[in-house]
């Protein structure tokens, strides 16, 4: 073969695949163990999508510390100890905006170059607005739609817990947050509103990666919501109560529309679904917990009648100074969520890292579950059962939680609603406890492993009783 034939455009384009194919091998070489099934871009995604929580720890188990799992065309590098989880929250080299931008363009068409101009100002404005400084602000409306709420249940009744906590905070949320009275006007609306959110939230995690053709409910749901704010939006920015500074949602459109006039129910919907999808699980595992342990309830009771009395039919009125003489509640909440954390958060790795001793490329999404983390005895002694004691050891009145506590994320973009999670959590528990008296109809039931975005649902139904107290 001359030289001429061997630098033919063919050849060299044979040789530089060979070279490229040897460099990926390479790159996985350096990489943690790979999980990469068979089945070209689907990878191991069928054996995944079937139970992700399952999988995620079982490969743990079997790879150890650091592994990838390759997955309908992309690389999920696990991180589940203190290195890796170092790289993930503090490395210049792995990027927020950059993992979430196509999930959040799937699930509310918000373009990336619009996301990326405006995230840092929105998530500074939310992290001010809904930080240790202002919750305050929050305790009394909040306080009031609960009652309001609780008016509209009676006296007694049996009801599903997932439904009992959604029917009080949705609404006691969307009035302070987004605009009093927001959607849930007339019964038809309520009724519509419930099933379109419950089909939006349960696709959200399939919607974020999916063609939106091949989930056709999910899709009927994002633009029937996307088309209330649409209606809504004049209202909602018109609307403004007297001596006061505007809702969160207000003061973002606000921020949206320095930039562009075209998205502003989009992040109406981005906000929608961040406030409602997390808070309310985490109410009916924090009632379920503490209704299915009889001690801990008991000393629950007897510290609010210590704050509020004994009778349960006064509008009572909750200060900071009741909130911090019921830190048992504030245990109760924390310690649901160690026990139903997230299934994951993510970043994007934008230069190669090194984890242990291997490298890990960019183009990876470097995920970290806190729901095992928390699961890890070496952070977390008996780690399976409800002790809300453990939380004596948290710095709560300097706003720090347990260390390797990472429900709420981590390093600059934690989660901006943790502190009004926690008060509004908080406050419902208190006046449901303080009206009513409740039982479990059914034992707890386990948690959904379907998901791994957000905090898991029940995997079944629980029906309380409540009966107003004499
Ligand atoms: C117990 C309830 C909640 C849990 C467990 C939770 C958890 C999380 C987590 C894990 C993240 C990602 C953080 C990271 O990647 O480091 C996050 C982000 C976020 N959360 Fe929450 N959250 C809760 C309640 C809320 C509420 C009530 C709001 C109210 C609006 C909210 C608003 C947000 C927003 C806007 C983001 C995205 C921040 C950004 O774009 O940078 N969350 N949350």
């Not at 943690?32 to 099934?37: E, K, L, T």
């Not at 419930?194 to 994002?222: A, C, I, V």
């Not at 509640?329 to 230069?351: D, H, M, N, Q, Y």
Request: proline share 6%.
């Amino acid at each position: 073969m001359g030289t001429m034939e061997l630098f033919s455009p063919i050849a060299i384009a044979v040789l530089g695949s060979c070279v490229l194919f040897l460099f990926s091998r390479l790159k996985n070489l350096l990489g943690p163990p790979c999980i990469q099934g068979w089945i070209p871009w689907i990878g191991s995604g069928l054996e995944f999508g079937k139970a992700p929580l399952e999988f995620i720890e079982k490969a743990r188990i079997k790879y150890g510390p650091v592994f990838t799992i390759f997955a309908m065309g992309n690389r999920m590098t696990f991180v589940t100890e203190e290195e890796g989880i170092n790289v993930l929250l503090k490395s210049e080299h792995v990027d927020f905006e950059s993992a979430v931008q196509s999930p959040v363009y799937h699930t509310a068409w918000i373009p990336k170059n619009v996301f990326s101009a405006l995230h840092e100002r929105l998530y500074a404005l939310m992290k001010g607005k809904m930080g240790t400084f202002n919750t305050h602000h929050f305790t009394g409306p909040l306080t009031e739609e609960l009652h309001d709420q609780l008016e509209g249940l009676g006296t007694h009744g049996t009801m599903d817990l997932t439904d009992f906590v959604r029917y009080l905070l949705y609404p006691a949320t969307l009035s302070t947050l987004f605009k009093k009275g927001l959607f849930l006007t007339d019964k038809r609306t309520i009724k519509e509103f419930y099933q379109h959110f419950k089909t939006y939230d349960e696709g959200f995690e399939y919607g974020s990666q999916l063609p939106e053709w091949l989930l056709r409910n999910w899709s009927k749901s994002k633009r029937w919501l996307l088309a209330l704010f649409e209606k809504n939006i004049g209202n909602i920015k018109a609307h403004r109560s007297a001596g006061h500074s505007g809702t969160l949602l207000q003061a973002i459109l606000e921020v949206v529309e320095t930039e562009t006039l075209q998205y502003s129910p989009n992040y109406g919907l981005v906000l929608l679904w961040a406030a409602l999808a997390n808070a309310p699980p985490i109410a009916f595992w924090t009632l379920g917990y503490i209704l299915s342990h009889p001690d801990i309830h008991r000393t629950i009771l007897e510290s609010i009648s210590s704050v509020f009395g004994t009778a349960g039919k006064d509008k009572i009125k909750v200060s900071e100074d009741d909130l911090k003489k019921l830190l048992i509640i504030k245990w109760c909440i924390l310690e649901s969520i160690r026990l139903r954390a997230p299934g994951v958060i993510t970043r994007k790795v934008v230069k190669p890292v090194k984890i242990l001793n291997h490298t890990v490329p960019s183009g990876d999404l470097l995920m970290l579950s806190p729901f095992w983390l928390h699961r890890n005895p070496k952070y977390f002694p008996e780690p399976e059962s409800f002790k809300p004691e453990r939380w004596k050891e948290a710095n709560l009145d300097k706003y720090i939680f347990l260390d390797y506590f990472m429900a709420f994320g981590g390093g600059k973009f934690q989660c901006p609603g943790r502190w009004f999670a926690l008060l509004e959590v908080q406050l419902c528990i208190i006046l449901v406890l303080y009206k009513y008296e409740c039982s479990l109809l059914d034992p707890l039931p386990k948690q959904s492993s379907r998901h791994l975005v957000g905090v898991p649902q029940p995997a079944g139904k629980c029906w309380i009783e409540y009966k107003e107290r004499a």
